[in-house]
């Protein structure tokens, strides 16, 4: 059974379109994140949940909107894609520690 | 915002050979993470180590969390090609911060 699982894992998309990711978990965790990995490897947190609630929200633009329907899914989306919004997401999940489990990433290209 | 300071960004290694990278931060953590991540795939936890002067092993690998908590090291022993990938060191700065700080990884290459 996958622990943290995220779809789609593959999503090509032109430039103005909105279009959604989904992650869920099952490791009974209370948290949950997204991550935004650049074409250079670098690791940046984007938002955090905990049992629902929103707890981090870095600088990122409000076309980036996440919604946590209940503390086992953390799903998100953007709207109006740019081409700078290309990138591979990671969806995350942990106990109230730095201890994350990531799901396997949704490569994001816009065109 | 924090930042960690990730050495070497890449390096290139025969099998067999010892490696070791270290992450180092102008600021304190209470806790030090170490990740790595198989192309394609999500960041996996390596170690996590919680105290000051605390040293961790889990196989091949041994890390230490710095005694002034602001640095880390990540030493892998005996290398094998399955070593390959992106390893990420993390600090997280409180109990019961959300907010994880990641280095910009070092990317091992084991030549056979």
């Known amino acids: 059974d996958t622990a943290v699982s995220q779809t789609p894992k593959y999503l090509v998309t032109q430039m103005g379109n909105d279009k959604s990711i989904k992650c869920e978990q099952n490791?009974?965790?209370?948290?949950m994140y997204w991550y935004k990995q650049d074409s250079k490897k670098f690791l940046k947190i984007m938002f955090s949940?905990?049992?629902?609630?929103?707890?981090i929200n870095e600088t990122v633009p409000n076309r980036f909107s996440p919604k946590s329907p209940d503390k086992a899914h953390l799903n998100l989306h953007i709207n109006s894609l740019e081409l700078g919004d290309s990138a591979v997401y990671f969806c995350?999940?942990?106990?109230?520690?730095?201890?994350?489990?990531f799901g396997e990433g949704s490569r994001l290209t816009v065109l | 915002g924090q930042q960690l300071n990730q050495s070497p960004q890449s390096m290139f290694i025969q099998e067999g050979e010892d490696v070791s990278m270290n992450c180092t931060s102008s600021?304190?953590?209470?806790?030090w993470l170490w990740y790595k991540q198989d192309p394609g795939e999500g960041p996996v936890l390596l170690i996590a180590?919680?105290?000051?002067?605390e040293l961790t092993s889990n196989g091949r690998l041994t890390a230490q969390f710095g005694i002034t908590r602001k640095d880390s090291f990540l030493n892998i022993s005996a290398s094998i090609p399955s070593d390959v990938g992106i390893y990420f060191c993390?600090?997280?700065?409180?109990?019961?911060?959300?907010?994880?700080?990641f280095g910009k990884g070092t990317k091992l290459s084991v030549i056979p």
């Open positions: 993390a600090g997280q700065s409180g109990a019961g911060s959300y907010q994880l700080t």
């Open positions: 949940y905990n049992n629902k609630e929103l707890i």
């Open positions: 600021s304190i953590f209470n806790t």
């Open positions: 995350a999940s942990s106990f109230n520690t730095g201890e994350l489990f």
């Open positions: 180590l919680y105290k000051a002067g």
């Open positions: 490791l009974g965790h209370d948290t």
